[in-house]
């Protein structure tokens, strides 16, 4: 299994047991209209290879 496939399966497994609804928390980005714009960002580091 490459790496690629193991950070894929992580993401996986990271969204279904906690989910991706970010509803009711603060955040800093906000849409054109001023409603709030709720996202999750996983933000990956690649190994050096």
Do not use: N, Q
């Not at 993401?11 to 999750?40: F, M, N, Q, S």
């Amino acid at each position: 299994m490459s790496y690629a496939d193991k950070l894929f399966k992580e993401t996986c497994r990271e969204i279904l047991e906690h989910g991706t609804d970010t509803k009711g928390e603060l955040v800093r980005p906000h849409w054109e209209d001023g409603t709030p714009a709720y996202t999750i960002k996983k933000i990956w580091c690649s190994k050096s290879v």
